[in-house]
Each structure stands twice: as structure tokens, then as C-alpha cells.
């Protein structure tokens, strides 16, 4: 950061820019990129190695060439999967957001004691183990479970949800829910209080105020918690093979078909390249939106209004 | 909007409960801000002040009482509908929006057109000299700068008063003498009615036409600078506004009868408190009749340059303060002297049992004296 002179007219100083560091503060910077070799050594085991195993199989087996690409490309039943898997994630990632935003802004409005409670009811998923918790859910999402009874008591129900995307679809959100919960209540705690009260002074409405000031501030979190919940949507398997069904299968579900069942690690191969490629794009695109608005500054609320 | 520039601001029995609190925050507070006027809230963290502000801003709901922007009651008015100009000490720039941005906030809600707007903004950034940093992020600019920016942001829609809360408090001495002027300036070029809250007692003698000390969610007095200063009506508005030497006791027939002497005073019988301005006191100088003199020890000097400031030690024990012009130009630590004044120097204010409980020195820069020894002239 720059300190600009607080003389009256003063010459323009230049843009900020962060200085060079000095050399040994360099060579202590580049001595503590060691910190990252265990991490690297993890992935490079446990993740990059058997990602390029699964790109050679695909295309390797059975014959050398892209024949599973094509075919998966000419199989209506992947399409529909990907497409069904990508909508799936689409939707729980808006639910999530749409429930954890207000539950955040709630967490930083109450007093101490409450805003505990809270947290310790977000966090309590994880705590749980995945398993227990979908279990609970295949209970919760019978025809004659809890769900549908609350539902038949309000004259809605009972509606088939075991089995079905809808049941899937709640089940999953509930799991994510802390991944935005707690950036989005991390971005509102940094968010000065005054800042809504000066937007009021200056002759914002409150809805205004929020749209235009405390929204926006609020984004970053929102992305964050977003682009968890999306990338871990599209590969989860757990929840929808328990809670969902064979034939409405997402991604992960198809691809443990096609090694567990059909034995066919080559179409196994490209699904998961597919599924490893949409991820990326996926927090490509994101990057790539946060960058332009970081560059702007102002990109957020423009693009708002 | 009026023709005229200011507005007066008048609160009347203005409290505010919060609740689970055992007191109120701000108790039965009356007062009036003349339109044009530069008025300061002063007093010690958590007086009240902040709230009170807060309620005539619209931030904070009033518990009872009213507040009149020149005729109309403003206290039920959500805060986006009163028009009124804020300064917060944290700025409170919107960090994702440039200066410029920030300043056209205003106008934007108010519908003003594009080009208008960008006149008015590029004259609000030129009123506060910060032309050419229209397009910088406020994480760009200095803690100065900002002020600056958030000073023309509440002005650029030409409020009628403009409310500012501890604005100086998060700068450094330097920027603040800087920026003390130019809320001073923008007084005057504007004509607006100022509410400036300050828990700095140089800084409000500095700026205001009017100061309104409070004091555990009251008002204590409110006065021009040299009113204050000259005729404080309590023991804590003299210690809480520059020092003060504070002789308690009873006055008997224009007598203060400390225990250990009797000094000259103007007032009352009954209990009270004799306040004399360190400037007022002098060592060595042939005492006038009527003047009250004490025997004391001089226990320290300290060269302040145009001035020094003389801490002596009365015979009974209890300090004193001289602020010393020239005429004690030798004495030094270990002298015997004469500490005198004129009886008129003097100002009487009544003693409250609060003050009692925690006698010797008051709040602020004040200098507490408990009784001097020797013998009134
Ligand atoms: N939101 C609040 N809830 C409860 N008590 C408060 C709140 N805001 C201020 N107070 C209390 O009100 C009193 C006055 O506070 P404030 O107006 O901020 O004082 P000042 O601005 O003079 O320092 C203090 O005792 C403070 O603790
Ligand atoms: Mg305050």
C-alpha cells in the first residue's frame, strides 16, 4: 500500500504497486515454499498419479485410440448423465446459497451465546460421519417417513422423494451446507456495520443499501462457498446412490457401474477425464470472473445494477 | 429544501434505553443547535455522545423524546428519508467503489442526471482537494485522503447539517491539525449546521462555536469555548476541559475554608469546589490586595518552550499546577515559593456527592488539588 501525501493538491503519487522484496526476505520466501512438499507429495501420490493412469487407460483399453471418447460422446445414456449430474450440482449449490446466506447474516446479528448455537448446528455434519448422516436421511425421506408426514399435515404430501433427484438433491444440500455457510458468514464478519448506515445516510433505502453495499461486499464468500459446493456436487457419490436410484445415476454412480459392474476401465477413464474437465472449467471460469472484477474493483456492484 | 443553508436541530428530553442496561444511555438530553452553528458533543468514552448522534442520524430508535430538524419532528423518520450529512470515524468509504463512485453514491439515489452528477462530484472531490483521485479505491488513498473522500461525500448532496462522529479519531496528530482546518474551512464555505462529536478537548475548543459537555448520558454544560473555559459550571467540565488546580471545601461569608487555609472566592455558602486555571496562578510576583497566597515546593519543571509548566507541592501535601509565562524564569525543582492569584481568578462551582466519593483528580487533563496550606492575604 501506498501512503499518499495528505498535502492539499498534492502531485498524483503512482499506483500502488507491492515493492520488490528485499533478497534474503526472497530466499527465506523460496526456503518456505519447502512447507508445501508434504502437500505436494500427497497429491502428486494419491491424486496426479492415478488421474494420468486414468487418461492412459481411456485411452488405451480396450484398443489404443479415442473409441471411448467417441462413444461416450454418440451415447445418449452418458449425455443425459452428465448433463442430469451438472444440473443436479447446479441446484444444490443455489439451494445451499439460497439457505445458508440468511443463515449466515443471522450468525452475525445475534448475540454472542446464539451465534455459537448456530455454529455448532452448522458444524454438527461435521462431526457426523457422511454414512450416519445419509442413513438418517433415507429414514427422514420415506413414503411414510418424517418428511412426508410433515408434508401430508400442510396438505402437500405424501410426494415420492426416496429414490427420486428431489429427495437426492435435499439430502445433498443439507451435507454442503456448512461449505457456504462459514465462508459467507467469514466475508459478512468483515464487513463494517457502518457501512450500511452510511448507505442509509446518504439516502439509500434499505433494500438499496443492501443490494448496492452489503451484497456486494458479501460476494467473495458467496463464490467461495459456491464453487465448494458445485466441484464437490459433481462427483459425489455417497448420498446419491443411498438416497437416489440406479436409474436416475449421477456421474459417480455411472462411473463405479462401469468399473464394478462392466469391468470397463476405459469408459471408465474418459468419464472420469470428462468429470475432471468440467471441474476444472468450472473453477476456471470462476477464477477467471474474480479476476476481472478484482481488476475493476467496481465490477461487482456494476454488475449488479 | 429551504433557501436557507442550515438547518437547527433541537432535541428535546432525548433518551435512549438500550436493553438489559441498568442506566440509560443518554438520559433526558436537551439541545439546541442554532442553524449555521458549529456545535461539539465532548465528553469521556461512553458519555452518550455516539448515541445521540446515532438518533438524530436515524441509526438508533429513540426510546423517548423528540428531535426537530428546524420545525419537523425527525425521530420516527427512518434514517434514508432525513437528508442529513455523516462523517464515521471509520470513514465508512464502500471499499468496491472508487472515490468518485462513492461520492455520486448519493446522487444516484436522489436521480440525479449523469451529467449533473459528474459535475457535482468532480466539485465535491475539488472542495476536499482531492480533484484527479476520483477513479482510486479508497484502499488506494491514505487514512487522510479517505476522510477526505467521505467528508465530500456527505456534503455532495447538500445536506442541511452535517453529522460527524469522532471523524479525527483514527489519524495520526499531524494529519489531524491538517484535517482540523479543513472541517473548519468546509464550515464556512458551506454554512451548514456542524454536529461534531469529539472525546478530544483540544480538538473541540479548537473547531466549535459551541460545546456541549456530556457526562454519563447527560449533558453537563454547553457554552461557547471561552465560557467553558473561563466559567465552568461543575467541577468536571474544569478538569474534563485543560487543567485545572480544584481546592475543595466550604465557603463560609466568601471564605472557601479548606481545612488548611482560607481562600477568597465569589459565591454561595455551603460546599464547593474553588477552580483556578493554571495560567491564573503565579509564583514569586508581589500578590495584589485580596489575592490568595499558599506556600509551597516547587517539585517539578518542565520547559515547554513559550511557557513552563511548574508542578509544586502545597504544604499540606496536595499538588498544583503553574503554567508559568516568564516570571519564575529561575526557579527550579526544590524551591521554596509563593503560589498567588486574584481572588476574581477564581471560579466557585458546587461540589456533588459523586465528586466527594472519588475526590483528588477529575477526569481528563485536570490536575486535582485537595486543600493548600497558608494563609489567605
Ligand atoms: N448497541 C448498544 N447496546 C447496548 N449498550 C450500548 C450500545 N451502544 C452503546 N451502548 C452503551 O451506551 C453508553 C453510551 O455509549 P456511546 O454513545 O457509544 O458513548 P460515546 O460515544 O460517548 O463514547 C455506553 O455505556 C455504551 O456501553
Ligand atoms: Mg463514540
Redesign the pocket.
Known amino acids: 500500500m501506498t501512503v499518499t501525501s495528505p498535502v492539499a493538491g498534492a502531485a498524483a503519487p503512482a499506483p500502488p504497486r507491492a515493492p520488490d522484496p528485499p533478497p534474503g526476505r526472497r530466499l527465506a520466501r523460496r526456503v518456505s515454499l519447502l512447507l508445501a512438499v508434504p502437500a505436494l507429495l500427497v497429491l502428486l501420490v494419491f491424486f496426479v498419479v492415478p488421474a494420468l493412469r486414468l487418461l492412459w487407460l481411456s485411452v488405451t483399453t480396450p484398443e489404443p485410440g479415442f473409441g471411448n471418447y467417441t462413444a461416450l460422446v454418440a451415447d445418449d445414456v452418458t449425455t443425459t448423465i452428465v448433463l442430469r449430474t451438472l444440473l443436479m450440482a447446479a441446484v444444490v449449490t443455489v439451494v445451499c446459497v439460497l439457505v445458508a446466506y440468511p443463515y449466515a447474516y443471522l450468525m452475525t446479528i445475534v448475540s454472542g451465546r446464539w451465534r455459537g448455537v448456530l455454529l455448532a448446528v452448522v458444524l454438527v455434519p461435521f462431526w457426523t460421519s457422511l454414512m450416519a448422516r445419509t442413513f438418517a436421511w433415507v429414514v427422514l425421506l420415506q413414503d411414510n417417513g418424517v418428511v412426508n408426514q410433515v408434508l401430508g399435515a400442510v396438505g402437500l404430501g405424501p410426494v415420492r422423494l426416496l429414490g427420486t433427484t428431489a429427495g437426492v438433491t435435499l439430502a445433498m444440500a443439507q451435507v454442503m451446507l456448512p461449505f457456504v455457510v462459514l465462508p459467507v458468514y467469514t466475508a459478512m464478519r468483515g464487513i463494517d456495520r457502518r457501512l450500511v448506515d452510511a448507505a442509509l445516510s446518504l439516502g439509500a433505502r434499505p433494500v438499496t443499501a443492501f443490494t448496492r453495499v452489503y451484497l456486494p461486499l458479501s460476494l467473495p464468500g458467496v463464490a467461495a462457498g459456491a464453487t465448494l459446493v458445485m466441484v464437490l456436487s459433481l462427483g459425489f457419490y455417497v448420498t446419491p446412490s443411498l438416497v437416489g436410484s440406479p436409474q436416475q445415476s449421477m456421474l459417480a454412480q455411472f462411473i463405479s457401474v462401469q468399473v464394478n459392474q462392466l469391468v470397463d476401465f476405459g469408459a471408465a477413464g474418459a468419464l472420469a477425464v470428462t468429470l475432471l474437465v468440467v471441474t476444472l472449467l468450472l473453477l476456471g471460469g470462476v477464477r477467471m470472473l474474480t479476476r476481472t472484477r478484482g481488476a475493476t474493483g467496481s465490477g461487482i456492484a456494476g454488475g449488479l445494477t | 429544501m429551504t433557501d436557507r443553508a442550515g438547518a437547527t436541530i433541537r432535541a428535546e428530553a432525548l433518551t435512549k434505553r438500550?436493553p438489559?442496561?441498568s442506566a440509560p444511555?443518554?438520559d433526558a438530553v436537551d439541545l439546541h443547535v442554532a442553524a449555521g452553528e458549529f456545535m461539539t458533543l465532548l465528553?469521556?468514552?461512553?458519555?452518550?455522545?455516539?448515541?445521540?448522534l446515532?438518533m438524530i442520524a436515524g441509526f438508533e430508535e429513540v426510546t423517548s423524546g423528540r428531535i426537530l430538524l428546524d420545525d419537523d419532528d425527525i425521530a420516527r423518520l427512518p434514517a434514508h428519508r432525513r437528508n442529513l450529512g455523516m462523517v464515521f470515524q471509520s470513514y465508512a468509504l464502500f471499499p468496491h467503489m472508487t472515490a468518485a463512485q462513492n461520492v455520486a453514491f448519493p446522487l444516484r439515489q436522489r436521480k440525479v442526471g449523469k451529467a449533473e452528477t459528474a459535475r457535482r462530484v468532480a466539485e465535491a472531490l475539488e472542495l476536499v482537494h482531492l480533484g484527479g483521485h476520483g477513479d482510486r479505491l479508497p484502499s488506494q488513498l491514505s487514512g487522510g485522503q479517505q476522510q477526505r473522500v467521505a467528508l465530500a461525500r456527505a456534503v455532495v448532496f447538500s445536506p442541511r447539517a452535517l453529522l460527524l462522529d469522532e471523524p479525527l479519531g483514527a489519524l495520526d496528530k499531524k494529519l489531524r491539525e491538517s484535517l482540523q482546518l479543513e472541517i473548519s474551512r468546509l464550515h464556512s464555505e458551506l454554512g451548514i449546521t456542524f454536529v461534531f462529536?469529539t472525546?478530544d478537548q483540544e480538538e473541540a475548543l479548537a473547531l466549535s462555536d459551541r460545546i456541549a459537555v456530556?457526562r454519563d448520558?447527560r449533558i453537563e454544560q454547553v457554552g461557547t469555548p471561552t465560557e467553558l473555559y473561563e466559567t465552568p459550571a461543575s467541577r468536571f467540565v474544569a478538569t474534563f476541559l485543560g487543567d485545572s488546580n480544584v481546592f475543595t471545601g466550604t465557603v463560609h461569608g466568601g471564605l472557601l475554608d479548606t481545612g488548611s487555609a482560607q481562600l477568597h472566592c465569589d459565591g454561595p455558602d455551603g460546599p464547593g469546589c474553588l477552580v483556578v486555571r493554571p495560567e491564573r496562578l503565579r509564583i514569586g510576583a508581589a500578590p495584589a490586595d485580596g489575592a490568595n497566597r499558599l506556600s509551597a515546593t516547587v517539585s517539578d519543571v518542565v520547559y515547554q518552550g513559550a511557557f513552563r509548566r511548574i508542578l509544586v507541592r502545597f504544604d499540606d501535601g496536595s499538588t498544583g499546577l503553574v503554567r508559568d509565562a516568564g516570571d519564575a524564569a529561575t526557579t527550579t525543582r526544590g524551591d521554596r515559593v509563593e503560589v498567588s492569584w486574584p481572588a476574581a481568578a477564581g471560579v466557585l462551582v458546587p461540589e456533588t456527592a459523586a465528586e466527594r466519593v472519588g475526590a483528588g483528580v477529575g477526569s481528563g487533563s485536570g490536575v486535582g488539588v485537595g486543600a493548600g496550606v497558608g494563609v489567605g492575604a
Open positions: 438500550f438489559g442496561a444511555a443518554v465528553g469521556p468514552s461512553g458519555s452518550g455522545k455516539t448515541t445521540t446515532n462529536v472525546h456530556f448520558g
